[in-house]
């Protein structure tokens, strides 16, 4: 009996230590100069929000599902943090300059920190367009320059969590896998060699790669990175083969094919059509795809509406109008236009990638100056960047005709074409007919290909 006694008491400690055990993580920092609403963290099939107070200062108690890498966003900014139950984690950053100036403290203080130093080695040293542009040999040869550094800022740091030093290669190979994948595409792209192939055995380490892991998917950002990168060489791939077929339909084919039925499949087909759902004439083929791979209810029901919208604004549908303010004076309308081919760009003076079109841009404008088509940039800046915009345009030398939206992102014209991101470029025609609601870029040849044609 004594000894029964001693087993049961035995089993009620541990029992009690089990319950004890903290079943989350606690997140807390400040924000200076802070404009976010919240901090928003995701990963590991996890998400939450965090209000941010008056002060900029945060606190809030993660129930996170796994010990694991997450994304935390502060507004538009986002860095990559590591979070394990029962471990505390706390963040100061300025808004203003934000990879530069995070700072971590905490029982994961040092680990997070190796990440920020790791993030920001990867921001001021990594050129994807120099790297994307090397030969195989030099390009392979670069991947592991750059990982002796990462492992270089690891051993700086005295990590000694074994938890997260598992987990760390795993998502490193991960990233390698990403670039390896990534590869093919950014070098045609970069050297202009649209004909470019890479070597026989050039993919010969991914092959021990499971791309078909849906529990990795549901756990590693990385992972749910390197499954889009793959499903879109794939789909690229195929397209090289047979130039007909919209890659947007052979893309949901690929992870139709190689994924079962659940949450990755459908996540990652949802979240690719976010932006790969566009208004063309491949519109009703790629919608239907997805309707038949057995989505969830949620994700139908919003594609649907999505679907329903971008129906009414494909090639011959009326465009939506605008009245927006000119940067010269007074306000300039769709319907000041008529009669004109008109090219319009939306676009954002915060914006890198409509930045980096600006010359291109001019290039297309100087090259199409007397032909009967306008050229027309709607910011979508907030009112705090009025002055700004204002200034960009003169200060870059802007050309065409530069409006400003009446109500940035929430401005009719925006909503009426489902513009979820920018830059976006649409074309129209003289009689204020819809040529492509989501016309090729300034840098796309493409773009003089379907001008000229109309000319």
């Not at 706390?90 to 808004?95: I, K, P, Q």
């Not at 819809?434 to 040849?445: E, F, G, L, M, T």
Request: with cysteine; glycine share 6%.
């Amino acid at each position: 009996m004594k000894k029964i006694g001693l087993f049961l008491l035995v089993l009620l400690v541990i029992a009690c230590e089990q319950e004890e055990k903290p079943q989350y993580s606690i997140l807390s920092g400040t924000v200076e100069n802070n404009t976010a609403e919240t901090v928003f963290v995701r990963g590991n099939d996890f998400e939450q929000r965090t209000q941010i107070g008056e002060n900029g200062s945060f606190l809030d108690t993660l129930h996170i599902k796994k010990d694991g890498f997450y994304e935390m966003y502060v507004g538009r900014e986002r860095t990559g943090i590591y979070l394990e139950k029962g471990k505390t984690l706390s963040v100061t950053l300025n808004a203003n300059e934000f990879d530069e100036t995070l700072k971590y403290t905490g029982d994961l203080g040092n680990i997070n920190d190796f990440l920020a130093a790791k993030y920001l080695w990867n921001e001021q040293n990594l050129d994807y367009k120099e790297i994307f542009s090397m030969d195989e040999a030099d390009f392979f040869k670069q991947l592991d320059k750059n990982q002796k550094s990462f492992d270089s800022l690891y051993t700086a740091n005295s990590i000694t969590n074994e938890n997260f030093k598992e987990k760390l290669s795993v998502e490193d190979k991960y990233a390698r896998a990403i670039m390896l994948e990534n590869y093919q595409e950014a070098h045609r792209y970069y050297n202009g060699n649209t004909d470019f192939k890479v070597s026989d055995n050039f993919y010969d380490e991914l092959k021990n790669v499971n791309y078909t892991d849906t529990l990795a998917y549901r756990n590693s950002v990385a992972y749910q990175s390197l499954l889009d990168t793959h499903f879109n060489r794939l789909a690229a791939e195929a397209a090289a083969e047979n130039g007909n077929v919209d890659q947007a339909i052979l893309y949901l084919k690929k992870v139709d094919e190689n994924l079962p039925d659940g949450y990755a499949k459908e996540r990652i087909m949802s979240s690719y059509l976010q932006f790969g759902l566009k208004p063309n004439e491949s519109l009703e083929e790629v919608f239907n795809i997805y309707k038949n791979s057995n989505p969830g209810s949620e994700n139908l029901t919003a594609l649907t509406e999505r679907y329903n919208k971008l129906k009414t604004i494909t090639k011959g549908n009326p465009s939506p109008t605008f009245n927006f303010e000119n940067h010269k004076g007074g306000y300039t309308s769709l319907e000041n236009l008529k009669g004109k081919y008109v090219y319009i760009d939306v676009w954002a003076t915060w914006c890198g990638p409509c930045l980096r079109e600006i010359p291109s841009l001019k290039e297309v404008e100087k090259e199409y100056h007397n032909n009967n088509i306008e050229f027309v940039s709607i910011s979508i800046d907030e009112p705090k960047d009025y002055d700004k915009w204002k200034e960009m345009v003169s200060a870059k030398e802007l050309g065409g005709i530069q409006l400003m939206a009446d109500n940035n992102w929430n401005s009719k014209f925006v909503k009426d074409y489902a513009i979820l991101g920018i830059p976006r470029f649409i074309l129209i025609d003289p009689q204020g007919n819809i040529v492509s609601a989501d016309a090729p870029r300034p840098s796309d040849p493409e773009l003089r290909k379907l001008i000229d044609g109309l000319m």
